[in-house]
């Protein structure tokens, strides 16, 4: 009978490869599907964050609000993981599957490509559907004026600098998920959420997709909000000027997204492979 005790990390390895090889196996429709709803979970979780926490550095410091950013932050991955979603990031985890020859690097390539795709569409489709919501307008527009600068400054970040902090992020995000492999409830798939995610949203790291939705939304807000909001936030357009689609995409995306692989693929789940799951040479 199976126990009740967390899986030790050799059989958490052997699942991550089971894992990806089920994954090489769904069916695109299904895997897009998922994808979507991975990026929305996401993007729920990233705007629970920016109403939480609008306003608050004020009232309670920044330290304290950023670790309340990465609690309420946290429900997306929970969404993801206990509701059943695909997830770019987690998917990074994959390549445990790939060195143990379970998963083809073209299956690899074609989860990922696929996984990324309906992400960017999930996250985005929550971020306009926030726009439309006119959620911005709420508290006086602090909400807006917050959600305006989380995208700002991460529109203005070096390229350098968002690939360290992508790499940082995933570090992380892959080691949640990795700690939810030993899980044996949903209790304990939580609880493994919970810490590792509160931490790298409240380091200030990066993570592609929530930044499909905060970039987005700062974006909509930004080219279509209302000169009532403008007035109501105390602020204008031109004060995001760093804010730009180009930024967002070339800027903050694409090293972003490079440094989320490298720290989940290399230093998380390569890691793990050559030290539980050393390469076979049969091929199963």
Known sequence: MAGFDALL???MARKAEEVGAAKARTP???????????????????NFATVA??????????????VLAGLVF???????????????????????????????????????AVVYLGNLCGA?????????????????????RSALEIATAKAALDPVEAVARGVLANI??????????????VTDKI????????????????????????????LFIKHGASDSFWTSAGTTPDTYHDLTWSNAVIGNLLPVTAGNIIGGSVLVGLVYAFVYRPPRRDTP
């Open 9 to 11: 990390p050799a059989a």
């Open 53 to 66: 926490t609008s306003e608050a550095a004020t009232a309670i410091g920044v330290g304290p609000a950023r």
């Open 172 to 185: 992380l995000v892959c080691l949640a998920v990795w700690l939810c492999l030993a899980a044996r409830t």
């Open 191 to 218: 609880l493994a959420i919970g810490l590792p995610i509160s931490a790298f949203v409240a380091a200030g790291f990066e993570h592609s997709i929530a930044n499909m939705y905060f970039l987005p939304v700062g």
């Open 124 to 144: 985005v489709g929550v971020a306009w559907l926030v726009y439309l919501a006119r959620q911005h307008e709420n508290a006086g527009g602090a909400i807006g």
């Open 28 to 46: 695109l429709a299904r895997l897009f599907t998922l994808a979507v709803l991975g990026g929305a979970f996401i993007a729920f979780g990233a």
């Open 74 to 112: 946290s429900v997306g991955l929970v969404l993801v993981v206990v509701a059943g979603a695909e997830l770019f990031t987690g998917n990074n985890l994959l390549v445990m599957a790939c060195v143990a020859r379970r998963l083809s690097l073209t299956g690899l390539l074609r989860n990922w």
